[in-house]
């Protein structure tokens, strides 16, 4: 939901804010079910037209915003773009990071177990090097300007950043990081909510 709000507000674009899911509830109802039969937030509605999938309504409020017979250079970058945001929820988030920042994020600081934080930071570190790696030749995940591929992106950096407290040993994500945190709708859709919302 952060991020579906979040792309909404960058690309400028209305939206009736319906919250459903977690305590707000909703999501078991006949009526939601007719919308997402999974019983899962975000779903979005568009005139009448529903989607669910998060990355499915990013990809389609941002493809509204390219020109109505895109060039090939647009159609190579969009690629570029869709490949990250497929890496990031294929490779990146499922199974490892999603395990590692629930770890973080549900065990209370007293109760952390030394060897296992280090074995789930372990396991994401060598993802988050290829993105600091692609992040050393371009500012952005997918090039010189902010994309649909920071989005879920920027949800994921957040967790790390906050998690992660050697800093300086992946550089160019939290260079990455302090160029969203510029970004007012990433302040307010990603940054200020627990660290266990997506
Ligand atoms: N792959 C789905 C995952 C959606 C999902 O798991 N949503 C969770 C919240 S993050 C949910 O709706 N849980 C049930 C609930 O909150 O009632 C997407 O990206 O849209």
């Known amino acids: 939901m952060q ?4 792309c ?4 400028d674009l209305s939206y009736d804010n319906i919250v459903a899911g977690q305590h707000y509830g909703l999501t078991k109802e006949v009526s939601f079910l007719a919308m997402n039969p999974n019983g899962r937030v975000p779903v979005m ?3 009448g037209f529903i989607l ?3 990355n499915a309504i990013i990809r389609y409020l941002w493809a509204k915003t390219l020109p109505t017979e895109p060039s ?8 570029s773009q869709d490949r990250w945001m497929e890496w990031t929820s294929a490779t990146l988030y499922y199974p490892l990071f999603r395990e590692f920042y629930i770890y973080f994020a549900r065990t209370p600081a007293a109760e952390l177990n030394t060897s296992k934080a280090d074995q789930l930071h372990r396991s ?3 993802l988050l090097k290829i993105v600091d790696d692609q992040l050393a030749q371009t500012p952005y995940i997918a090039g ?3 994309s649909m591929a920071d989005i879920p992106l920027g949800v994921l950096v957040d967790k790390w950043e906050r998690i992660d407290q050697q800093k300086s040993r992946l550089l160019n994500v939290s260079l990455y990081y302090e160029r969203l945190l510029k970004r007012e709708h990433y302040r307010n859709h990603v940054t200020q909510y627990a660290l266990n919302a997506i």
């Open 52 to 54: 669910y999938e998060s």
């Open 8 to 11: 909404a507000q960058e690309l």
């Open 45 to 47: 509605s568009d005139d």
């Open 124 to 126: 994401v570190y060598p």
């Open 72 to 79: 090939l250079q647009h159609l190579q970058s969009w690629a």
């Open 144 to 146: 010189n300007t902010f």
């Open 3 to 6: 991020k579906v709000l979040w």
